[in-house]
């Protein structure tokens, strides 16, 4: 079993700042990628940001292109988002995922980001 643990989120304003970060443990093997998806009141759940363990290219939706930046620390079984430029779209509640090489998906349990003035 994995467990995800996510930090950081809150409230902001506009064009303010905040750092998400997923720390995962347990009985970690073949983990094919990390990322953070986000669900909006009466939407879906989408992909924010995801990083690949074999290349560590990462993919991003393109609403948060040049704004967001995931990053990950081996040592800690950590990833981080950093979020810049944030805006009232961006409110949801962020979710960490990490998925094996067997395509299972572990999920975090979520964690509010709130943008508003």
């Known amino acids: 079993q994995v467990q995800l643990v996510e930090s950081g989120g809150g409230l902001v304003q506009p064009g303010g700042s905040l750092r998400l970060s997923c720390a995962a443990s347990g009985s970690i093997f073949s983990i094919k990628a990390m990322g953070w998806y986000r669900q909006a009141p009466g939407k879906e759940r989408d992909l924010v940001a995801r990083?690949?363990?074999?290349?560590?290219?990462?993919l991003y939706a393109d609403s948060v292109k040049g704004r967001f930046t995931i990053s990950r620390d081996n040592a800690k079984n950590t990833v981080y988002l950093q979020m810049n430029g944030l805006k009232p779209e961006d409110t949801a509640v962020y979710y960490c995922n990490l998925q094996t090489t067997g395509a299972y998906d572990y999920w975090g349990q979520g964690t509010q980001v709130t943008v508003s003035s």
């Open positions: 990083i690949f363990s074999n290349d560590r290219t990462n």
